[in-house]
Nanobody, 126 residues
Framework: QVQLVESGGGLEQAGGSLRLSCAASGRTFSSETMAWFRQAPGKERDFVAAIRGSGSNTYYADSVKGRFTISRDNAKNTVYLQMNSLKPEDTAVYYC???????????????????WGQGTQVTVSS
């Protein structure tokens, strides 16, 4: 069993920055591939970014490349999402997810992840 708790969401103006955190407990954190997904009202939950257990490999959705950075601190059992140059279309509930043994072609699929946090709201005003 893995518990995930997100924090750091809020209201920000376009062009601003926010940093999300996700604290994990349960299984060995360094074994988990961690990811961020987001869901806007009336839309499906979409992949944002993922990071392998060692932190050596990261993956991003095209819509956030160059603006968002995913990182992790295995000593603190925490994964981060640094969001810069925010746009109104980044407005969504952001979810942290965890999974083990995810193939390279599956890191952006919701079904690859076993555990999910409850989400944190990010609102970007224009």
């Amino acid at each position: 069993q893995v518990q995930l708790v997100e924090s750091g969401g809020g209201l920000e103006q376009a062009g601003g920055s926010l940093r999300l955190s996700c604290a994990a407990s349960g299984r060995t954190f360094s074994s988990e591939t961690m990811a961020w997904f987001r869901q806007a009202p009336g839309k499906e939950r979409d992949f944002v970014a993922a990071i392998r257990g060692s932190g050596s490999n990261t993956y991003y959705a095209d819509s956030v490349k160059g603006r968002f950075t995913i990182s992790r601190d295995n000593a603190k059992n925490t994964v981060y999402l640094q969001m810069n140059s925010l746009k109104p279309e980044d407005t969504a509930v952001y979810y942290c997810a965890a999974g083990i043994g995810i193939a390279y072609y599956g890191f952006n699929r919701r079904t690859s992840y076993e555990y999910w946090g409850q989400g944190t709201q990010v609102t970007v005003s224009s």
